[in-house]
């Protein structure tokens, strides 16, 4: 009898549908590029083996990557996640992103986000300067035709520390010449995105994670669902909650960056990137 008990909990058990949740904590982590020359790092890059292993611990530890469509269906569209949801998401564009990247995610059957500039697609030299060469939309492509993948907007040109903060307003600018400068910078972004790759433009990610209520508006109004920052710390998403979608925080991963530490709460940041504004050639 204890038997049978026991054999039919365990098949309700399996049976029972999956427990909804109304709302849920979500961690993002954040990379750049990877490099395989150590003597060459700096706090935005890990080298490939780095990032393998952190994928590898990512699941040991029981987490499910989605993407931010998932995140935005399950606020507006009564769409589930998993128990343990994470985000893994890439700034800028690198080539290195599909080299080394992009084949650690297909092995593991993992999801990610990449936030492309524009202007840097299939480039490795910006404005006369050397930069790190940066994947194609043909790249691109082939990487969101695999279902793992999607492709969003870091801005066209507007990720020149020299010449502004990201997407903020200068001193002394004024507002309506701002505002058309920079819906018509994501917009051509976004679209060339769209015509290239094929795939809907509604999460914009913030140059430097510099951001505002005017910028915050301004990407609002040119259609943008979600917007993501460098804030630290994990989201709390809220069904029927749009607001929950905004100013989305992460975690930014170095190859110093233990990544169990940073998914279990202990983490701790010294980097903002919001007041680095030196060295701004790597994030080119």
Not at 129 to 158: N, V, W
């Amino acid at each position: 009898m204890e038997f049978l008990f026991a054999l039919v909990t365990a098949i309700c058990t399996a049976f029972a549908p999956a427990k909804v949740v109304d709302e849920i904590d979500v961690p993002i982590v954040m990379y750049h590029h990877l490099e395989e020359d150590e003597s060459k790092l700096n706090e935005f890059m890990v080298t490939p083996e780095k990032f393998e292993s952190d994928m590898g611990k990512i699941k040991e530890l029981g987490y499910e990557t989605v993407s931010y469509q998932e995140l935005y269906d399950f606020v507006n569209h009564n769409g589930n996640l998993p128990e343990k949801p994470i985000l893994v998401t890439f700034d800028d564009g690198y080539e290195s992103n599909y080299t080394y990247a992009y084949p650690v995610l297909k092995r593991l059957n993992m999801k990610a986000t990449i936030a492309v500039i524009g202007v840097m697609v299939g480039q490795d030299t910006y404005r006369g300067r050397q930069a790190y060469p940066h994947f194609t939309y043909e790249q691109a492509k082939e990487m969101y035709d695999s279902g793992l993948m999607d492709i969003q907007t870091h801005t066209f040109d507007l990720h020149d520390i020299t010449r502004r903060v990201g997407v903020k307003m200068l001193a002394g600018e004024d507002e309506e010449t701002y505002s058309k400068l920079v819906k018509e910078d994501i917009s051509k972004a976004a679209n060339e995105i769209k015509e290239n790759v094929g795939n809907r433009q509604f999460v914009f990610t913030y140059p430097y994670g510099a951001y505002d209520d005017l910028t915050e508006n301004i990407i609002r109004d040119l259609g943008f669902d979600i917007t993501v920052t460098t804030d630290v710390g994990t989201n709390h998403i809220v069904r029927g909650d749009t607001e929950s979608l905004l100013r989305l925080k992460r975690y930014d991963i170095s190859n110093e960056s233990d990544i169990e530490i940073v998914l279990t709460g202990r983490y701790k940041t010294i980097v903002n990137l919001r007041l680095l504004l030196t060295n701004s050639l790597i994030l080119i």
